[in-house]
């Protein structure tokens, strides 16, 4: 039997990283070749790179040895870093950050839209570059992520973890002992139950077989208000160990206002589609925007970072500039949140969502803020959205658009440029296919306004809003 050939991986020794690519990767040039580095690094480091895969027009690399640091470096809080995929920035200081984002909206509109520019608008930071979020969801396991230190040894202590998924595995969980993503107390919740857990003997989630294992997920939510929400996934537990982990947590974190928990023994971690039980308090907490409250359940969407979420739908109405006569579509409006602040601005606004859940909490807000000028409408946007809906429903003066990463769909741009309303606010968390979007729309609109938010610090995410004014001719 001949001996299996290893090729030995290409090492490019001392490279410089020149800027930050697509998906927090970076790049640099080696003879006009491009390479695009994964790993701790930022532009203007220098850096031994590992090539993974060379394909025709580029190379992909790992960043093994960093010779010099960058100027936009800073030193990552987090013990995690670098293993936990959430904050891949935290090495990159946040002002550095800001511009980097702020060029990469630049260079999405400029380089896919093709259209006529005005001058941006700064982009709007976030006054908390930590403990902003007001969600997190975290995994338990009882196969741990292991470090490179612990690999090979004999005693590996408890196998245990309540953490995250590492990067491309489903099946490993890092622990997570301090995540600075959320404030006070969701690190003492969650560690709380972990410890609890062991010490009383209840089984952590087989991710692999997913056939065993008690306790599965926990979601923490926060709210302004002070309120905070615990969901406690349960899979083959029984009735004593539910018992005994939603007592502890109704006995030990008494700013709980609504504990929940809910069985779930299907392959995947949703459960939208089954019973979430309330152990305790109410089953909702609310968050308040100015004058208006939202009722935020186990099951509801809502953006979370909630103060920078506030600055952006400001500046949404803003930008609307709306004088109370108008009627203006909302679509994509997920549950309503836009569409509710901007109601006692307009005389009518219509939301569209193709999520039936997210439209009833939508319909629920608008009940609970005494909202009547406000309806909203569930389906499949590119069918709902026709000659029929405007003509029932009345031809808008303004629209507001907040699609998913994929865009809008075509034929929602189609009607849009058919129905022509007076100004368009497109917000988008993805500016590559916001920039598409405009290509289509510069058919009849002029952008008259840019402007970037940054609602997720120490990662590579950015949100952007655009206005756009028909054309006239």
Same mark, same amino acid.
């Given at each position: 039997? /001949?001996?299996?050939?290893?090729?030995?991986?290409?090492?490019?020794?001392?490279?410089?990283?020149?800027?930050?690519?697509?998906?927090?990767?970076?790049?640099?040039?080696?003879?006009?070749?491009?390479?695009? $580095?994964?790993?701790?690094?930022?532009?203007?480091?220098?850096?031994?790179?590992?090539?993974?895969?060379?394909?025709?027009?580029? &190379?992909?690399?790992?960043?093994?040895?960093?010779?010099?640091?960058?100027?936009?470096?800073?030193?990552?809080?987090?013990?995690?870093?670098?293993?936990?995929?959430?904050? *891949?920035?935290?090495?990159?200081?946040?002002?550095?950050?800001?511009?980097?984002?702020?060029?990469?909206?630049?260079?999405?509109?400029?380089?896919?839209?093709?259209?006529?520019?005005?001058?941006?608008?700064?982009?709007?930071?976030?006054?908390?570059?930590?403990?902003?979020?007001?969600?997190?969801?975290?995994?338990?396991?009882?196969?741990?992520?292991?470090?490179? +230190?612990?690999?090979?040894?004999?005693?590996?202590?408890?196998?245990?973890?309540?953490?995250?998924? %590492?990067?491309?595995?489903?099946? *490993?969980?890092?622990?997570?002992?301090?995540?600075?993503?959320?404030?006070?107390?969701?690190?003492?919740?969650?560690?709380?139950?972990?410890?609890?857990?062991?010490?009383?003997?209840?089984?952590?989630?087989?991710?692999? /077989?997913? &056939?065993?294992?008690?306790?599965?997920?926990?979601?923490?939510?926060?709210?302004?208000?002070?309120?905070?929400?615990?969901? %406690?996934?349960?899979?083959?537990?029984?009735? =004593?160990?539910?018992?005994?982990?939603?007592?502890?947590?109704?006995? /030990?974190?008494?700013?709980?206002?609504?504990?929940?928990?809910?069985? /779930?023994?299907?392959?995947?971690?949703?459960?939208?589609?089954?019973?979430?039980?309330?152990?305790?308090?109410?089953?909702?907490?609310?968050?308040?925007?100015?004058?208006?409250?939202?009722?935020?359940?186990?099951?509801?969407?809502?953006?979370?970072?909630?103060?920078?979420?506030?600055?952006?739908?400001?500046?949404?109405? =803003?930008?609307?500039?709306?004088?109370?006569?108008?009627? $203006?579509?909302?679509?994509?409006?997920?549950?309503?949140?836009?569409?509710?602040?901007?109601? *006692?601005?307009?005389?009518?606004?219509?939301?569209?969502?193709?999520?039936?859940?997210?439209?009833?909490?939508? &319909?629920?807000?608008?009940?609970?803020?005494?909202?009547?000028?406000?309806?909203?409408?569930?389906?499949?946007?590119?069918?709902?959205?026709? +000659?029929?809906?405007?003509?029932?429903?009345?031809?808008?003066?303004?629209?507001?658009?907040?699609?998913?990463?994929?865009?809008?769909?075509?034929?929602?741009?189609?009607?849009?440029?058919?129905?022509?309303?007076? &100004?368009?606010?497109?917000?988008?968390?993805?500016?590559?296919?916001?920039?598409?979007?405009?290509?289509?729309?510069?058919?009849?609109?002029? %952008?008259?306004?840019?402007?970037?938010?940054?609602?997720?610090?120490?990662? @590579? @995410?950015?949100?952007?809003?655009?206005?756009?004014?028909?054309? *006239?001719?």
């Amino acid at each position: 039997m /001949n001996a299996r050939k290893y090729k030995i991986p290409q090492v490019l020794e001392q490279i410089s990283i020149l800027d930050f690519a697509a998906e927090a990767k970076c790049i640099a040039k080696v003879n006009d070749e491009v390479i695009f $580095v994964q790993g701790t690094v930022a532009p203007g480091d220098i850096a031994d790179l590992r090539i993974l895969k060379s394909k025709k027009k580029f &190379k992909q690399a790992q960043a093994i040895n960093i010779q010099a640091l960058s100027p936009f470096r800073t030193e990552a809080p987090c013990d995690h870093f670098g293993v936990c995929g959430g904050c *891949k920035w935290q090495h990159v200081s946040y002002e550095a950050q800001l511009a980097f984002k702020q060029r990469q909206v630049k260079d999405n509109l400029e380089r896919i839209a093709k259209v006529k520019l005005p001058e941006f608008q700064p982009i709007l930071g976030s006054d908390e570059a930590y403990y902003y979020r007001n969600k997190l969801e975290f995994t338990f396991s009882s196969a741990r992520w292991l470090t490179n +230190e612990e690999i090979g040894k004999e005693d590996l202590g408890s196998m245990n973890a309540l953490g995250f998924h %590492v990067p491309g595995r489903f099946d *490993k969980i890092l622990p997570v002992d301090h995540c600075y993503l959320q404030p006070d107390p969701s690190n003492a919740i969650r560690n709380g139950v972990r410890d609890f857990a062991e010490a009383n003997g209840i089984s952590f989630y087989e991710l692999k /077989n997913q &056939k065993e294992g008690a306790l599965r997920n926990l979601i923490i939510r926060n709210a302004s208000s002070g309120e905070w929400m615990v969901v %406690v996934q349960f899979a083959y537990a029984t009735e =004593e160990e539910i018992s005994l982990v939603m007592n502890y947590l109704q006995s /030990n974190f008494p700013m709980i206002s609504s504990l929940n928990y809910v069985v /779930n023994q299907k392959g995947n971690d949703t459960f939208h589609d089954l019973e979430v039980i309330c152990f305790h308090g109410k089953p909702f907490i609310e968050e308040q925007m100015e004058d208006l409250r939202f009722q935020i359940g186990p099951k509801s969407f809502f953006q979370t970072n909630a103060k920078q979420a506030l600055r952006l739908y400001q500046l949404v109405r =803003e930008y609307a500039d709306l004088q109370g006569d108008e009627l $203006v579509y909302d679509l994509y409006t997920g549950t309503g949140t836009i569409a509710l602040f901007l109601a *006692k601005y307009a005389a009518k606004v219509v939301g569209l969502e193709y999520v039936e859940m997210a439209v009833e909490d939508a &319909k629920m807000n608008a009940i609970h803020n005494n909202i009547d000028t406000a309806s909203f409408f569930a389906g499949d946007m590119k069918k709902l959205l026709t +000659e029929e809906f405007i003509a029932l429903h009345g031809k808008p003066q303004v629209v507001i658009t907040d699609p998913p990463r994929a865009g809008m769909d075509e034929d929602v741009v189609r009607q849009i440029l058919q129905v022509r309303p007076e &100004k368009i606010v497109y917000v988008s968390c993805n500016p590559a296919t916001q920039a598409r979007d405009l290509a289509w729309l510069d058919e009849a609109y002029v %952008v008259d306004v840019v402007h970037p938010v940054d609602m997720f610090p120490q990662t @590579h @995410h950015v949100e952007n809003i655009v206005r756009l004014r028909l054309r *006239k001719n």
